[in-house]
Nanobody
Framework: QVQLVESGGGLVQAGGSLRLSCAAS????????MGWFRQAPGKEREFVSA????????YYANSVKGRFTISRDNAKKTVYLQMNSLKREDTAVYYC????????????????WGQGTQVTVSS
């Protein structure tokens, strides 16, 4: 398995930007599809974005499409989530996840998770 550590969360005003990073340990990072999920208080964990092992395919939830961009650097074993035009409803704990299988929006199908990083968007 791969170990994941997120960073880059924080407090930002609505309309602002943040970039989340997820650093992985392990020699086979490039074999994994990588994803970002988020969980707001009282809500279920939801899919945000994912990227294939090569970076050639990316996927986004409708709620973030056009505002968030996922990318990866396999040499640095890191995946990023650039978040622009943030809204209050983007407030949540953001989790990085890794999967050796097909990309899916279901959290249950992702095998490795980070500890999460808090993103708070104020009005």
């Amino acid at each position: 398995q791969v170990q994941l550590v997120e960073s880059g969360g924080g407090l930002v005003q609505a309309g602002g930007s943040l970039r989340l990073s997820c650093a992985a340990s392990g020699r086979t990072f490039s074999n994994y599809a990588m994803g970002w999920f988020r969980q707001a208080p009282g809500k279920e964990r939801e899919f945000v974005s994912a990227i294939s092992w090569s970076g050639g395919s990316t996927y986004y939830a409708n709620s973030v499409k056009g505002r968030f961009t996922i990318s990866r650097d396999n040499a640095k074993k890191t995946v990023y989530l650039q978040m622009n035009s943030l809204k209050r409803e983007d407030t949540a704990v953001y989790y990085c996840a890794a999967s050796l299988g097909d990309i899916t929006t279901s959290p249950a199908r992702w095998g490795s998770w980070g500890q999460g990083t808090q993103v708070t968007v104020s009005s």
